[in-house]
């Protein structure tokens, strides 16, 4: 089996690579940061929100696959306070963040 030198990501995660000095794809992802453009991002994020949200509220807004694990917890708590950070921006109808549902 072979780690990442870096982060001791073992190769039996599925679609994890190494670089020729034995880093991990993830931590080559992660040293990107820095030169993402995140408004932009976020920018794209509300575009796509609002093509496919409920326009009465009626019905969901979109839906967050998940494993269960801390990862994607924290996506789906991430996604909410962003929902109610848009719908409170974005949406004049209600104040009640329908872009997201919690379950
Ligand atoms: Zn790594």
């Known amino acids: 089996m072979r780690y990442c030198k870096r982060c001791v990501m073992p190769d039996t995660k ?20 820095p030169t993402v453009d995140w408004a932009a991002r976020r920018k ?16 969901w807004d979109c839906i967050v696959p998940v494993s269960g694990g801390k990862d994607s917890t924290y996506q789906v708590s991430r996604l909410l306070e962003f929902g109610n950070e848009s719908a409170d921006r974005s949406d004049s ?5 329908h872009y997201f549902h919690d379950t």
């Open 44 to 59: 794209e994020l509300v575009r796509i929100l609002d093509q496919f949200r409920s326009k009465d509220g009626s019905h």
């Open 14 to 33: 599925p679609d994890l690579w190494f670089d020729e000095a034995g880093v991990c794809s993830a931590c080559l992802s992660y040293e990107q940061r």
């Open 93 to 97: 109808r209600n104040n009640e963040g």
